[in-house]
């Protein structure tokens, strides 16, 4: 993701100044505090927009940070930020309420209202900067949560972590030129993670079935390599029939057959083109990605990138550095053409 600010860019006496107004930019308004030695601190964000939302990568030194009430009333719009902490711990107040976020934990934060957030390892962080207007929460839901460590015992707080480590953390998501459509998906998921949260049903049932779609493919994706995968042990995972998810998904414009093959394809050119698989047969990394039928596969990725199993694996092992392993099933026929005799 593009770096929307590293202080170590900066000469060691401007990066307090500094890094104040690029976190303002960036996040907030807030006043910092170290707790490291002026000359040491480091901090750096990466991010990029998804429609009206901010997706941020927060990384620095032990610190706190504190938004006031005058720098809370001073923002004409507020936001709503969640948070997922990825390592060490941080102490989040709010809203009278206080509570230590672990490592996999999430947390909300109402940036309409004063907080503190106090990080003693340092901050090191996924976060989604939401227009409050946007997600759209009753006031006393939202005053219900925030403060709140939201942790395993809430099962849709796990299927938003997988979700956002997919949505930010993920190196092929960063390569996509416009994250917008993934707008609305991650805002329903946020909102199913509250409701769910607050054990309200009547607040939980829209957002949780508009995310629906979402759930099974994140599902989907996790089990693509079981040879058992199947629309019944889907369907059995969420608690509905099979016609329910063959519905949901055509709302969707998911051919639910189609995506798994094409993703275990996917699976199956990667790991043929990597150099640390090359030990590996044809036929193992077929079956490893599900294909049961060696000859069958075959036959499915020549009709998929137009060449063999085996003239993908040659034309990668044996190819210049600059040779794009992501082109396009076209590229590679006039790829084949041109190198493989």
Known sequence: MPVLFDTNAMPPGDRGRWLRDAFGRAVVPVEIEHHTD????????????????????????????????SLARADPEPFVILELQRAGQRTVTQDDRSTVVQAGDLDVIDTGQPYTSACRDGINQHCVKIPRSDL??????????????????????????????WLVGDDRMAARPDLDVFESATIELI??????????????????????????????????????????????????????????????????????????LEGCRRDLARTGCSSRTISFIAHQWGFGDATHFSRTFRDAYGMSPREWRALHQNAAPNINRNVSPGELGRTRTSRVR
């Open 191 to 264: 909102r199913a993670v509250v409701a769910t949260q607050l054990g309200d049903d009547a607040l939980a049932r829209e957002p949780i079935e508009n995310t629906l779609a979402l759930r099974i493919m994140e599902f989907t994706r996790q089990h693509l390599t079981e040879h058992d995968l199947s629309a019944a042990k889907i369907a059995r995972a969420h608690n509905i029939s099979v016609r329910h998810l063959y519905t949901t998904l055509a709302r969707s414009g998911i051919s639910l057959g189609e995506w798994i093959r094409v993703r275990r």
């Open 38 to 69: 002026p000359e040491a601190f480091r901090a750096r964000c990466e991010g990029r927009n998804a429609g009206r939302l901010s997706v941020l990568t927060v990384n620095s030194t032990p610190l706190t940070v504190r938004r006031t009430t």
């Open 136 to 165: 759209a929460l009753p006031d006393r839901a939202l005053r219900r949560v925030v403060g709140l460590r939201l942790g395993p015992q809430n099962p849709m707080a796990e299927i938003l972590v997988r979700y956002l480590m």
